[in-house]
């Protein structure tokens, strides 16, 4: 018999198949057949060596031909444009069971940020055009898929209790089930690779985040009980050719991938090396996945980006110039200014002119990548929401520094002023890092006067969390004891919800658009939704006036557009009373005050 074993070439485990050692004989035309004595009942020398040819052509002609081979010996980017009947019959040598046969069902698990669930859709979209189907039980899946976050230990470690959960769950399976298989994908995959299929033996497959169009391969690999994983790294890989099936639980948005990795090589950040290097998505396949939201009555896009506002498509000759990139006054970057491409503010005016009644959004920039017309676009279009996440990480220029962030305390305070004048009614995202290396009491108090400053609507703040290739693994000590960065994290969300309180609180009085999104979580006679700003808006589900001008009432829906007077506030939200339907055109006159 044959024997397999696996092994990990070039980041990609593959299966090697190792060929039995023939014992040659001295003579004869058939060597390689066993010599047996003269048995009348036993056939010739000849006889035998003429039926064992007849029968190895037999198997022979039966078998893989050249071709199953060849054909997937090209760039990953190419094995799904295969004709449809050379897929069909692509490998018989996996085993006679097809999707075909016994379509598997498929559960997609995602945790961590907005990049995390397009990925997820994504990978939904290649798996359904190859036959799986998807379920959202997980005890009735054949494949059980995590798209996984790596950016914090505390990401990891909720993945790997996880896997021993899902291992039980798979040593429960009945044995006249075929056998549950168990999906690493995302940032994990990439950081941790072959650790992850060696360790305690949780996983069948991994697949990291440019390695998607690969599933199909590695989960028929799977199915034949050996593990499969492919990590390699890409730089051009975009998925700009495939629309991703959208399972977001609200009809009224979605979230629309532009751009992949990230160049800064911030000191703490991981991304770098689980999103690889930074390539924007041609603007026309964006513009063609907006269009067709809108045509699904999708409300709001969230425009994404691991450097959202550095996109920059350089597909077309006509975007091609000797413009340098403009970076924000007082910023820098590790890498050399970049040349011609179509920037992010023409990407943002062309999406915003898909349609009018739709809002756009746009997560998660650097600062440093703010030319002044995208604030300007901003202004002049009323479906542009007027919210930004402005990272900052930290207030001290010392540790900005040792971060290379790329600006100090007083450059980022000039862009949240030049961001306020040029957009008044504006609300202010952020992140910061507690207990980054070196950190001392004077730096942290730094960070809470910035945060006092500038007062935030929403943050997000985080424990310094060290991780593996990292520059600060490298070059920097985790100094900073767990108990203080505890002390710290503590402190700093205590003075954001002090000052989230009073900037929510401007906005009492108000004559609010919001986009109804669901039922509040906390009250069946509530609804919820999100204003312009991006902060939650809770209001009685009552009937309002329809908006139509015939006095008409109505009950308000998911996806409606509702003005609301907002009568009170906390750090977290704003409450109302809902007053009519509306439109984003119609109801540019209720921006302010009433």
């Known amino acids: 018999m044959q024997s397999i074993r696996s092994c990990i070439v070039g980041g990609l485990r593959v299966c090697c198949w190792r060929l039995p050692r023939w014992t040659l004989q001295p003579a004869g035309p058939c060597a390689w057949a066993s010599t047996r004595g003269l048995d009348p009942e036993v056939p010739s020398r000849e006889a035998k060596c003429k039926g064992g040819l007849e029968d190895f052509h037999a198997k022979l002609a039966a078998g893989p031909s050249l071709q199953h ?20 019959d692509s490998a018989p040598y996996l085993g006679s069971r097809t999707l075909a046969d016994a379509p598997r069902k498929v559960y997609l698990e995602t945790y961590g940020c907005q990049m995390n669930v397009n990925d997820t859709e994504i990978a939904w979209s290649i798996l359904q055009k190859s036959g799986y189907l998807r379920t959202s039980r997980l005890e ?5 898929l995590l798209v996984t976050c790596s950016i914090r230990e505390k990401a990891e470690q909720t993945i790997w209790n996880r896997l021993r959960y899902l291992k039980a769950l798979k040593s429960k399976r009945p044995r006249l089930q075929a056998p ?25 497959v991994v697949a990291g985040p440019d390695a998607y169009r690969d599933l199909p391969r590695l989960l028929a690999v799977a199915e034949t009980g050996q593990q499969a994983a492919n990590v390699l790294l890409s730089l051009d890989e975009t998925y700009a050719d ?35 290097r930074e390539r924007s998505r041609p603007v026309a396949s964006i513009l063609q996945e907006v269009q067709a939201l809108s045509d699904q009555g999708v409300k709001e896009v969230t425009l994404l980006g691991q450097n959202v506002n550095s996109y920059r498509d350089t597909s077309e000759a006509q975007f091609l110039s000797a413009t340098p990139t403009q970076l924000s006054r007082g910023f820098s970057s590790v890498y050399k200014p970049k040349q011609g491409g179509l920037r992010f503010a023409d990407l943002l005016d062309r999406v915003s002119a898909i349609d009018p009644e739709m809002r756009i959004r746009f997560t998660s920039p650097h600062p440093k990548d703010f030319p002044d017309e995208v604030f300007q676009l901003m202004k002049e279009r009323h479906n542009i929401c007027k919210h930004l996440h402005l ?16 600006y100090t305390r007083e450059a980022y305070l000039a862009l949240v002023h030049l961001i ?101 979580k906390r009250s069946a006679l509530d609804l919820c939704g999100r204003n312009d700003g991006n902060i939650k808006v809770i209001f009685p589900d009552v009937e309002v006036d329809d908006g139509t001008g015939l006095g008409s009432k109505v009950r308000v829906q998911p996806g409606d557009y509702v003005l609301v007077k907002i009568s009170s506030s906390s750090s977290q939200t ?10 984003l055109k119609g109801s540019t006159a209720f921006g302010g005050a009433n």
């Open 574 to 583: 704003l409450r109302g009373i809902p007053l009519r339907r509306t439109t």
């Open 69 to 88: 081979f060849l054909q997937d010996a090209g760039p990953v980017q190419e094995t799904h444009h295969l004709p449809a009947e050379a897929v069909e």
């Open 391 to 406: 990272p900052v990480q930290s207030g001290s220029t010392r540790v900005l520094e040792a971060m290379r962030r790329g």
């Open 180 to 204: 549950l298989r168990i999906g690493i994908l995302g940032c994990m995959a990439e950081r941790l690779k072959e650790k992850i299929l060696e360790r305690e033996k949780l996983v069948d």
């Open 420 to 520: 306020r004048d040029s957009l008044p009614d504006v609300t202010l995202s952020s992140d910061f890092i507690a207990g980054f290396c070196g950190e001392t009491e004077d730096d942290h108090q730094q960070t809470l006067s910035l945060l006092r400053e500038v007062r935030y609507n929403t943050a997000f703040i985080f424990a310094y969390s060290m991780r593996e290739k990292t520059r600060a693994f490298h070059r920097l000590q985790d100094d900073v004891a767990p108990e203080v960065k505890q002390r710290r994290l503590k402190e700093l969300m205590t003075v954001f919800r002090e000052e989230a309180s009073w900037a929510n609180a401007a906005a009492v009085g108000q004559v609010q658009v919001v986009l109804v999104e669901s039922t509040s």
């Open 140 to 144: 009735e899946a054949d494949v059980i």
């Open 242 to 276: 495939i629309l991703p099936v959208h399972t977001s639980t609200s009809p009224t948005s979605a979230f629309v991938s532009i751009m992949r990795g990230c160049d800064n090589m911030c000191t703490y950040c991981i991304v770098p090396f689980t999103r690889g």
